[in-house]
């Protein structure tokens, strides 16, 4: 199967569609899919049609049961190698950690070691109340490499992060929500549908201002309330005098769609 058959991609209006196809694998992750993957958010970053993505898994079983080690062979290079020659990166399967415009994961099964990394990358997640989540590298005497303890850390308490990565669990999507890893749970048939309306309401939006407020939003976890609220203005300031801040309030007060162009 190529990496085309191995990730669909589909662009339907302002939202580019990627399934994760490999469902008799769980769509877990072989080279192939890890190319078109990288390609995918290149893609997606150059092409100024597309103001939001949407990435999920093919069936019901899974969104993605990490990396293939079936199919996956150990690397011709030593990590020395790799990383000391920044070539690390560019292995990398998730959304790039500058990737400014917004990615949906709508989590349809089974999200763990790096499909749980995946999902976590990605700006707003859904996912099938069927939906299992987990970092299990552990059990294989590995560890989470796409960003997977730094985003958890980030995202709940420390010490629900260390239960999870230390004892490797898969947790439901009950616990998911609880602990605000997602934002709403769905039927799994209603999963994309869900998915594809919120990606809607974010296409509708000036694009600028969209990737302005994911920007302030993600520096505010790394920044003093000053600095935020410093870097806030800086982002306001830069949007003021664009065409499409003037063309939201022109529209507001004739009553009318605007009409965004991302500049």
Same mark, same amino acid.
């Given at each position: 199967?190529?990496?085309?058959?191995?990730?669909k991609?589909?662009?339907?209006?302002?939202?580019?569609?990627?399934?994760?196809?490999?469902?008799?694998?769980?769509?877990?992750?072989?080279?192939s899919m890890?190319?078109?993957?990288?390609?995918?958010?290149?893609?997606?970053?150059?092409?100024?049609?597309?103001?939001?993505?949407?990435?999920?898994?093919?069936?019901?079983?899974?969104?993605?049961a990490?990396?293939?080690l079936?199919r996956?062979?150990p690397?011709?290079?030593s990590?020395a190698?790799?990383?000391?020659?920044?070539?690390?990166?560019?292995?990398?399967?998730?959304?790039?950690?500058?990737f400014?415009?917004?990615?949906?994961?709508?989590?349809?099964?089974i999200?763990? @070691?790096?499909?749980?990394?995946?999902? +976590?990358?990605?700006? *707003?997640?859904i /996912?099938? %109340?069927?939906? !299992? #989540? &987990? $970092?299990?590298?552990a059990r294989?005497?590995?560890?989470?490499?796409?960003?997977?303890?730094?985003r958890?850390?980030?995202?709940?308490?420390? @010490?629900?992060?260390?239960?999870?990565? +230390?004892?490797?669990? *898969?947790?439901? /999507?009950? %616990?998911a929500? !609880? #602990? &605000? $890893?997602?934002?709403?749970?769905?039927?799994?048939k209603?999963?994309?549908?869900?998915?594809?309306?919120?990606?809607?309401?974010?296409?509708?939006?000036?694009?600028l201002?969209?990737?302005?407020?994911?920007?302030?939003?993600? /520096?505010?976890?790394?920044?003093?309330?000053a600095?935020g609220?410093?870097?806030?203005?800086?982002?306001?300031?830069?949007?003021?005098?664009?065409?499409?801040?003037?063309?939201?309030?022109?529209?507001?007060?004739?009553?009318?769609?605007?009409?965004?162009?991302?500049?």
């Amino acid at each position: 199967m190529s990496g085309e058959d191995d990730l669909k991609v589909e662009q339907l209006g302002a939202t580019l569609v990627l399934t994760m196809n490999r469902p008799e694998a769980m769509n877990a992750i072989d080279p192939s899919m890890a190319a078109a993957l990288r390609s995918a958010w290149q893609q997606a970053a150059g092409d100024d049609a597309i103001r939001v993505v949407v990435l999920t898994g093919a069936g019901e079983r899974a969104f993605c049961a990490g990396a293939d080690l079936k199919r996956t062979p150990p690397p011709p290079r030593s990590f020395a190698q790799t990383h000391l020659n920044r070539e690390v990166t560019v292995t990398a399967v998730t959304p790039p950690a500058d990737f400014v415009k917004p990615v949906i994961a709508a989590v349809n099964g089974i999200a763990v @070691g790096g499909g749980f990394e995946l999902a +976590l990358a990605t700006d *707003i997640q859904i /996912a099938a %109340t069927s939906a !299992r #989540f &987990g $970092l299990t590298e552990a059990r294989i005497g590995s560890l989470p490499g796409a960003g997977g303890t730094q985003r958890l850390a980030r995202r709940v308490p420390i @010490g629900i992060a260390q239960r999870w990565l +230390l004892t490797g669990e *898969i947790f439901d /999507a009950d %616990t998911a929500l !609880r #602990f &605000g $890893l997602v934002s709403e749970l769905v039927d799994s048939k209603e999963l994309v549908v869900r998915a594809l309306e919120i990606a809607g309401l974010i296409a509708a939006n000036a694009p600028l201002a969209v990737r302005a407020g994911k920007r302030a939003l993600y /520096a505010a976890q790394d920044q003093t309330l000053a600095q935020g609220l410093e870097y806030e203005q800086l982002l306001w300031g830069a949007l003021r005098d664009t065409h499409d801040r003037l063309e939201g309030r022109a529209a507001f007060a004739e009553k009318r769609p605007p009409q965004y162009r991302g500049r």
